[in-house]
């Protein structure tokens, strides 16, 4: 059976995106005129004027959709286009884009920064077309140009696992002797890493604050490379229940550490520590009640929170 | 009696936790903060069940699975390509963060797997 023919009004629903009437409004809004706004965002005015009358499609370019918030005075995430071009990209292409955004970074800019990478294959690694590399190589290098630390990347090698990555190096390429030397300096730098966390209570509070303003206010992050390497211990955000994520959050906003939540809420530290560190899930029940009453975590916002990451 | 199992793990708070759980459900517990000593423990005591991190200080989860040969359950928040340290071990895998309810089922069904052949010597 043939598809039905779709009607007229249907095919021009289908043409008009709702980012129009968005712009129409704050333009009303704001007093501001065509012309103006065509210049402020780099759009001759016979295009946009187009583009209001929906003869052309609405931009789906990422920093014009940024140009229209910045004008507009909006959030871009307002812009359909935006949410849609977002939505398909891999989780740390996503966080990259957000890390830029944060930064006050236009993507032009991040692409000419990136060193050791052709313009295009950064262009096509912004759009979604290529996977986010897993070389640590180059991470490191879109880190830099991000002015970020390689670990906001899930992709980014652990250092758990360098360990026996460096281990097995060592014995392909040393003599004996020199190998086992090289293990017992990586026994050492990992035990001393772990030492530290487990020796000093206020440092794992520390190491938890540095690891939460990396995920929610990378601004705010130490560079202190005792934390960066023991942060690669933690899992990546990604990995946790949307309910936790936004009880970090939260608690990251909220300036209280772990121990305070825990006794304003009458809970067990070691319990939430292990929820924190990406241990255990949260379960349903008293705990979890006790958290979202106390933090003031809405249903609406956990639902936010799944849709955004899935 | 009681069914022993060790638990392996760096994080003290996971460890804390989950022998809480296991006590409370009725369990003989051990645990150790890295690889070593949970051999030493595995090597003292009758464990029925281990429960790993894959990711150990001085000896991986794996390594120690190899080591003991008991059932043992897998819990890691990275590290799957490292695991299936002997074929002849059952071995469950939950990835963290691990619901608590799934480990405790996972150690049941760890305890019903076929009898094993004689705790082999370390090493």
């Known amino acids: 059976m043939s598809p039905r023919p779709r009607r007229m009004s249907e095919a021009v629903e289908q043409t008009i995106s709702p980012s129009v009437s968005v712009v129409q409004e704050a333009m009303a809004r704001l007093g501001l005129r065509q012309v103006h706004l065509a210049t402020m965002v780099g759009l001759t005015k016979d295009h946009l004027s187009r583009i209001l009358l929906g003869k052309v499609a609405f931009p789906r370019n990422r920093d014009t959709l940024r140009a229209f918030a910045d004008a507009l005075k909006l959030e871009p995430f307002i812009f359909r286009e935006y949410r849609e071009q977002l939505q398909v990209l891999p989780e740390s292409t996503r966080r990259l884009v957000a890390h830029l955004r944060t930064r006050g970074m236009s993507e032009q800019m991040f692409v000419e920064r990136v060193q050791g990478y052709s313009a295009a294959y950064v262009q096509v690694l912004l759009r979604g077309g290529a996977p986010f590399p897993k070389e640590p190589e180059a991470i490191e290098r879109l880190a830099a ?110 300036g209280l550490d772990v121990e305070q939540l825990a006794v304003a809420t009458d809970t067990d530290p070691s ?40 | 009696m ?11 708070h996971f460890l804390s936790v989950l022998q809480r759980v296991l006590t409370l459900a009725g369990y003989t517990v051990s645990v150790a903060n890295n690889g070593e000593d949970a051999c030493a423990i595995g090597h003292q005591k009758p464990i029925d069940v281990c429960v790993l991190d894959v990711a150990l200080p001085l000896l991986s989860g794996p390594e120690v699975a190899r080591k003991l040969a008991r059932p043992t359950l897998f819990v890691s928040g ?22 608590l309810n799934n480990v405790l089922e996972a150690v049941a069904e760890l305890l019903d797997a076929p009898a094993l052949p004689n705790r082999p010597n370390a090493d």
């Not at chain 2, 009681?2 to 003290?12: F, G, K, P, S, T």
């Open chain 2, 2 to 12: 009681a069914h022993h199992v060790l638990i392996a793990d760096d994080d003290r």
């Open chain 1, 145 to 254: 140009a991000a002015d970020c630390s390689p670990f906001v990347f899930d992709e980014y090698v652990p250092l758990a696992t360098w360990r026996p990555r460096l281990s097995k190096l060592a014995s392909d390429c040393l003599p004996e002797a020199l190998c086992r030397h090289f293990n017992d300096a990586l026994d050492q730098m990992h035990a001393h890493v772990r030492a530290l966390i487990q020796a000093e209570p206020s440092f794992e509070a520390q190491l938890l604050r540095d690891w939460l303003a990396r995920q929610f206010d990378s601004l705010q992050a130490s560079g202190d490379p005792v934390f960066v390497d023991a942060l690669a211990y933690l899992p990546p955000l990604s990995s946790y229940q949307p309910v936790v994520r936004v009880v970090l959050r939260k608690l990251y906003h909220s």
């Open chain 2, 78 to 99: 990275r590290d799957w390509d490292r695991l299936n340290p002997n074929d002849m071990i059952p071995t469950r895998c939950l990835r963290k963060p691990v619901d």
């Open chain 1, 271 to 310: 319990e939430l520590y292990a929820i924190a560190n990406g241990q255990i899930m949260l379960q349903p029940g008293r705990l979890q009640d006790q958290l979202l009453q106390y933090l003031q975590i809405t249903p609406d916002e956990i639902e936010h929170e799944q849709e955004g990451r899935t």
